[in-house]
């Protein structure tokens, strides 16, 4: 544990009978070399009294915004600008929920929101709210932007019920902490363009051509590499997401849109990821009016650009990476579409399974690189496969330097 000496950490403590646990947690801490500042929600003070934290941890116990004797108002971002990480344990549901909207009505939201920091959360609920689907796409949402946050233990809770919802033991916390700390910056300063989500081709002012695209592997990546440390331009189309706060976002609607905004940001980058999901067609002649009546309509559709190839072929010293949504014969599609496009690396996904590829929370993806090399990773959170794909695009850098000599 020797990774926590002289760690600065916010330890955030939200309203569970859990909190007791969190005493043990901020021990461990400390233990381990790790300098604590506690911040303890109002509902947390409830189950156990700053005292006994401000003991442990040699410091005050943060807890009120808006306190006229203190500086809180201003301390919250000092303090997160310090901090080397925070944990929140126990996080229960509603601190989940106002973390994932961006409320920040406490000292110890307000300081989510400023930090910019690895970001822990071990949550603690009664039965079957970890398994609300308000919980559940909360969750999403803070893994999505690069948010660690823990699976709940299953076993007797302190309602009498035997559900998924008990904090998380110490030192799986501190092994999640560790982790999120040790994450490598080894993109540290590097343009990285990033596509996600669908695209809109209006057929009228009301109605459009689109797919299931739910932007969910596209945000990850970009998470990632900006948690790596890249200068992340995210270019989505439309989507619930909340863009990770490190990224630049530009907001696009239509292929053509999107096509403009690669072009413009791949020069100068020196990765672009394009994980969207573009349509191959728009209609050529939009109405500008809402198209009535219950006649028979034909469209008249056109192919849009292939953005990625035409990135490609402008040879700016980019990698260039695609996906390939495939739903038969991926591999050796895959292969076909690496070859068409001039990519370096292609990323497939098998788009007729309904637990991975669009719109799930997992995929699994095979990587195929102009090189000749393949590599099927197992299915996992678009998390843990958006930081797979980086270390594979830094492995491929590493080992072909010169790549533009074997185009
Ligand atoms: O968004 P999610 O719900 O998380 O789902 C993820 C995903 C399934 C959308 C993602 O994993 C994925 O497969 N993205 C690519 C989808 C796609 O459009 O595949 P494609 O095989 O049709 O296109 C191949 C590549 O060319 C893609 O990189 C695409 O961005 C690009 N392309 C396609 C058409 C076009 N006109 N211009 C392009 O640049």
Redesign the pocket.
Known sequence: MSTLDGRELILGVTGSIAAYKAVYLLRELTRAGARVSVCLSEHAREFVGPLTFRTLSGRPVLSDLFDPQSDAAVEHVALAERAHAVIVAPATANLLGKAAAGIADDFLTTLLLAARCPVVMAPAMDGGMWEHPAVVANVATLRGRGVTVLEPDAGALASGLSARGRLPEADVIVEALLTALTVRRDLDGQRVVV???PTREPIDPVRYISN???????YALAAAAARRGALVTLVSGPTTLMPPTAATFVPVQT?EQMREAVLRHAAGSAVVI?????A?YRVRNAADQKIKGKRDLTLDLTP?????AEVAARDTGAFIV?????TNDVVANARA?LEA?GIDLL?A?D?SRRDI????EE?EVLLLDRWGGSRALPRMA?TAVADAILDEIQALRAAHPVRKAVR
Do not use: C, H, Q
């Open positions: 596509t996600a989500g299931r695209s739910s932007g969910r592997m596209g292929a394009k994980a969207a999901a573009v191959d849009n650009a292939d953005i990625l695609g996906f390939a949504a495939e579409k496009k990323v996904n788009v590829g669009f719109d799930a995929n678009k």
